[in-house]
Structures are given as structure tokens and as C-alpha cells.
């Protein structure tokens, strides 16, 4: 029986990271992957009150620097990941608000350089099941990016 509060996704769509001030980034939903992953650079490590924190920063648009944000977050996990070309790499693992069709989901974020592929961002099934089911036939299905802001940051948005 299907669950009625569940609500259709794209294989693609646009996601808001309030904690980075991203206003707009677009990502892969994927269910193939557990975790969710996360395009960083300037990663550096550093401890504030006794705990483990991490700072990044992030370019939300592909090919270009505009809009970039810096974070800072306490580090939740290290993982080893194996990558989808089948290489293993430590990742750190920070908790995230990724808000997508306007509804805020807690997910666990592994933090690499994801320059090479085609999406900032990837939301894996660990964020997708709080209430997300994927159609992989359409996109954006939440709506997308207003024109004038995809125009100026042209990338591949």
C-alpha cells in the first residue's frame, strides 16, 4: 500500500543548504549510493571545544566560482567510501540540512572533490527514505533554478 505522505522526486533537482547560505545547487538523488556526498575544497580539520570540526568551502555552480560559501561543522564520522569507479577513499562526514521540494531533510554528507562529475551534489537513499520516492524518468520535478541565476552562473546548470 503506498505511503500517501511520501512525495515524488526527479533523478535530478534543485536543493537549498541553509547551514552554507545555497540558495540553489543542483544535485543527483540517487538510491544506488547510502550516503550522501558533497563537492569540497580548502578542507581543513581543526577542533573547537574539545570536539572535531571541519571547514570547506563550496562552489555551488559547475565551472565557475560564483556564489562560493564557506562552512564550518563539527565532523560526525570519518567513512571509507568506494567511489562509482570503483576506487576506496576516507571521507568525512558531516550532518547537513538539505531542503529539497521545499522540505528539510537531516543527512549524513561525505565531504570530496567532485570537480570531474557532472552535479555538486549527491543525495543518497539514507536522506531520499525520510518520506522521498525517486522517479527516474523525470527531473526538476520541484522546480528549478530561476533562468536569470542559471544564466549567470552558466556552468552546466
Known amino acids: 500500500m503506498?505511503?500517501?505522505?511520501?512525495?515524488?522526486a526527479g533523478w535530478r533537482e534543485w536543493v537549498r543548504l541553509p547551514q552554507a547560505d545555497v540558495a540553489w545547487?543542483?544535485?543527483?538523488?540517487?538510491?544506488?549510493?547510502?550516503s550522501s556526498a558533497l563537492h569540497a575544497?580548502?578542507?581543513?580539520?581543526?577542533?573547537?571545544?574539545?570536539?572535531?570540526?571541519?571547514r570547506f568551502g563550496i562552489h555551488p555552480w559547475q565551472d565557475t566560482d560564483a556564489d562560493a560559501?564557506?562552512?564550518e561543522l563539527p565532523v560526525h564520522d570519518r567513512r571509507v567510501v568506494r567511489s562509482s569507479t570503483g576506487h576506496t577513499q576516507e571521507r568525512l562526514v558531516v550532518l547537513m540540512e538539505v531542503v529539497l521540494h521545499d522540505r528539510p531533510v537531516t543527512?549524513?554528507?561525505?565531504?570530496?572533490?567532485r570537480d570531474e562529475m557532472g552535479?555538486?551534489?549527491?543525495?543518497g537513499r539514507e536522506a531520499l527514505r525520510n518520506g522521498f520516492l525517486v522517479d527516474a524518468g523525470r527531473s526538476f520535478v520541484g522546480g528549478r533554478a530561476p533562468r536569470d541565476i542559471r544564466r549567470r552562473n552558466r556552468g552546466r546548470a
Open 25 to 34: 545547487l543542483k544535485a543527483k538523488l540517487d538510491t544506488g549510493a547510502r
Open 69 to 71: 560559501a564557506t562552512v
Open 41 to 54: 575544497f580548502d578542507v581543513e580539520e581543526f577542533e573547537r571545544d574539545g570536539a572535531d570540526w571541519v
Open 119 to 123: 552535479f555538486r551534489m549527491l543525495i
Open 2 to 8: 503506498p505511503n500517501h505522505s511520501n512525495t515524488i
Open 107 to 113: 543527512a549524513e554528507v561525505t565531504l570530496t572533490n
